[in-house]
């Protein structure tokens, strides 16, 4: 009910992105007034704030900063538009939620620094911008303050976005998920999970160990891990030279914070970025790394950074597995997919046009660094893709994560810290012990985390690797096995709805139209689970059961594969 919702809204975010103007515009629709902290600060003292920071320095500021705070979150019916740095002090953040609404309003440092330049951002005017290298100081900033941010109720992408979209989008958040929101009213009073107690305090203890039979390394789960990458480094024993390999999208994010955090830990680090995309992931990309690492005289003992997601992951992993027979690599999974599987279990690989992952080795990284805060940065339909593999995580091996992922899905949706956390750990942890006990598929153990994945290669090849992301294949692709599943006799109609019901909570498609199922049978003919000419299919009898099957009638799997197609009539009715 209306009622229920706060009534002030607050916007937080990174200088740039637009707080002020929204804050207005959302006003307007409201019909509330809308109020900037640095205005009210300017306003009773009477001073601007370059003058403030320039004769009183930063502390002043934000003590006079948090007095403005309290005065507007006195006020009610009001869209407060607030400083860069605000949500760093707990109490602010507390005085935030307790009858408040936070957003925040998101964009790349890039994005942001060419409307801070637009608008007339100086370093006079902006004073925690001075220097030479404005867009580094911004990169540098915003990543120190990200975990802080990642704390709103909702975030917000604003680069593709134009002020009244935003505003709607701000809105539409408020009369969705507010009224949830502020029933905790210390949901943001603590410190974001993983954030060590004091600067520069890393707790140090991974989130669990694969035991592999070629390799044993740590995976570490923590918010704000990125800024502690070369400590991670240096307990794992690695020295030397550090070759981070990311993609244009996540190097805008954290390619800069990478490189500080490994060259402060006495690194020599250097960077070689890719296209985003699938299309990078291919043996002509892989040359053109090899001649880079010989360019940069890379050696044995150097590490390969995977700074990205799982295409990343998949191609520098490649790269470290094959040039100079094997160079130490260390996974940097940034997206919610690559933390949860990508990452874990030591699969490179690269794409032949024929079908996915064709040309690859097991390959196990020495150590993995997850930064959970990093998933605040997805785009949203990545994020998206992402729950995919969770539920799948779910399906096969823990009811009690699918009983989390079906009464949380609103809190990891908008990545509520604490259960988010929490579910990337128990993914990982999950993830972990399949690879422990079968690192090279050769006992079956590990055949099952294939649960969707035949139809969804075929779908991705068939594509082109367009059309879909890896996610988003896999999902349609669980659709397909529970409805072989149950044309089978092996699983319950009951599953396949409950299955369908959590893939559509988070948004995930079951189908797949406009794609050629002929393709896609061609494809999955191909597809790297086939034992002898047969393909191997992992089915479900009940959650945590998965099964192996071979001897799926071909019939079946063009009828399957035509409906996730959607060449055929939609799915509903009795399965026999």
Same mark, same amino acid.
């Not at 097991?362 to 940065?377: G, I």
């Not at 999950?430 to 090279?440: G, I, N």
């Not at 939609?570 to 026999?576: A, E, F, I, N, S």
């Given at each position: ?9 607050f ?16 006003a307007?629709?409201?019909? $509330? ?21 320039a ?6 500021f ?30 602010n953040r ?5 009858g ?6 998101e ?11 637009? !608008?007339?951002?100086?370093a ?12 580094? /100081?911004?990169? !540098? ?10 704390? #709103? ?9 134009n ?17 949830? !929101?502020?029933r905790?009213?210390? /949901? ?21 160990w ?8 740590p995976?570490?789960?923590e918010?704000?891990a ?8 240096r ?8 070759h ?16 500080a ?24 990309t ?5 001649? $880079? ?21 998949d ?6 597995a ?19 599987d ?5 699969k490179? #690989? ?11 080795a097991?390959?196990?990284? /020495? ?12 785009p ?6 992402? $729950? ?5 995580h ?15 899905? !609103? ?10 956390a ?7 942890e ?11 598929e ?13 139809v ?30 149950? /044309?089978?006799?092996?699983?319950p ?6 299955q #369908?019901?959590?893939?559509a909570s ?5 189908e ?24 191997? $299919?992992?089915?479900?009898?009940? +959650?945590?059961?998965? +099964? ?7 019939a ?11 060449a055929?009539e ?7």
């Open positions: 009910m209306a009622s229920q919702r706060p009534g002030r809204i916007l937080t975010g990174f200088s740039g992105s637009g707080k002020s103007a929204v804050a207005a515009l959302v307007a629709a409201l019909g $509330w007034r809308a109020l900037d902290t640095d205005d009210i600060i300017e306003e009773r003292s009477g001073r601007s704030i370059p003058d403030i920071f004769r009183d320095g930063e502390a002043r934000r003590e006079l900063e948090a007095e403005a705070l309290r005065e507007a979150a006195r006020q009610t019916e009001v869209v407060v538009a607030t400083g860069g740095g605000i949500v760093q002090s707990t109490a507390r005085l935030m939620a307790g408040g609404f936070v957003v925040c309003l964009g790349q440092p890039e994005v942001l620094w060419r409307r801070l330049r637009d !608008a007339g951002g100086s006079t005017e902006r004073p925690l911008l001075a220097g030479p290298d404005p867009l580094g /100081r911004i990169r !540098a900033l915003k990543a120190q303050r990200q975990p802080f941010y990642a704390l #709103a109720d909702c975030t917000i992408h604003t680069d593709s976005l002020l009244s979209q935003v505003a709607e989008d701000v809105v539409h958040a408020w009369r969705r998920l507010s009224a949830r !929101a502020a905790d009213p210390d /949901r943001l009073s603590g410190e974001p999970v993983g954030t060590p107690a004091g600067e520069g305090a890393p707790t140090g203890r991974p989130a669990c694969v035991d592999a039979e070629s390799a044993r390394y995976v570490h789960v918010w704000g990125m800024t502690r990458l070369g400590e991670r480094l307990e794992a024993g690695l020295s030397g030279a550090a981070v390999i990311s993609d244009d999208h996540v190097w805008h994010h954290y390619g800069e914070a990478a490189l955090s490994l060259r402060q830990a006495g690194f020599e680090a250097d960077s070689y970025v890719v296209p985003a995309g699938e299309a990078s992931k291919s043996l002509t892989a040359s053109h790394l090899y001649e $880079w690492l010989a360019s940069r005289r890379a050696e044995r003992g150097h590490a390969v950074v995977a700074l990205g997601g799982g295409m990343v992951g191609l520098a992993g490649f790269t470290a094959t040039y100079l027979r094997g160079l130490p690599l260390v996974h940097v999974p940034t997206s919610l997919l690559a933390m949860v990508a990452s874990i279990g030591g490179v #690989a690269v794409n032949l046009s024929e079908a996915k992952n064709l040309v690859g097991f390959y196990q990284p /020495r150590l993995v660094v997850t930064d959970v805060s990093a998933l605040t940065t997805l949203a339909r990545e994020l998206t893709s992402g $729950w995919a593999e969770v539920a799948k779910a399906l096969i091996m823990d009811a009690d994560l699918l009983s989390t992922l079906e009464t949380q899905v !609103a809190d990891l949706r908008r990545l509520e810290p604490g259960v988010t929490a579910v990337v750990r128990r993914n990982v999950l993830k972990a012990q399949v690879v422990s006990e079968d690192e090279r050769t006992t079956g153990r590990r055949t099952i985390l294939n649960y969707g994945h035949t969804a290669h075929g779908l991705e090849a068939a594509s082109e690797y367009e059309a879909l992301l890896h996610g988003e294949a896999v999902a349609v692709g669980m659709a397909a096995a529970a409805e072989i599943g149950q /044309r089978l006799g092996v699983t109609p009951a599953l396949a709805e409950r #369908a019901a959590v893939l988070f948004g995930l498609p079951q797949a139209p406009g794609i050629d199922p002929e393709r896609v049978l061609a494809a999955t003919a191909l597809d790297k689970k086939v034992s002898g000419r047969a393909v191997r $299919w992992v089915l479900l009898e009940d +959650v945590g059961r998965p +099964v192996l099957r071979d001897d799926v009638p071909d079946l799997v063009r009828q399957a594969v035509r409906r996730a197609c959607g055929a939609k799915r509903g009715g009795r399965r026999g």
